[in-house]
């Protein structure tokens, strides 16, 4: 695990690998239920058996939001900062810098 003792470590490890987390496995369950939250219900997801006719690998393939949703259970078991403190202030840097000014929806 590694660990990051301030906000300048963790901007010092842009572009390198910060850890390989522990394979998650996406079942087709967490796929459906993922659908059936987000109203994202294309085939290619839910359609098992047309999936397996007409998608390029014959299978389902989760969403990409599904995937991105895992981060922070992916994170949690790869890095971590050196205290609480400074992981709380590691959070309020990160979430400043991926939200640096007004989102309208389209």
Do not use: C, Y
């Not at 901007?11 to 939250?37: H, L, P, Y």
Request: hydrophobic letters at 35%.
């Amino acid at each position: 695990m590694r660990v990051f003792k301030d906000f300048n470590d963790l901007k010092a490890a842009i572009g390198t690998e910060v850890g390989v987390s522990d394979w998650m496995e996406i079942t087709q369950n967490r796929i459906n239920k993922f659908a059936e939250a987000t109203g994202d219900e294309q085939w290619i997801h839910i359609d098992v058996e047309r999936a397996a006719r007409e998608s390029p690998g014959g299978k389902t393939i989760a969403h990409g939001l599904l995937s991105l949703s895992l981060i922070p259970t992916i994170i949690r078991g790869d890095h971590r900062a050196e205290s609480r403190e400074k992981h709380a202030e590691l959070r309020r840097q990160q979430s400043s810098l991926s939200h640096s000014g007004p989102r309208r929806a389209p």
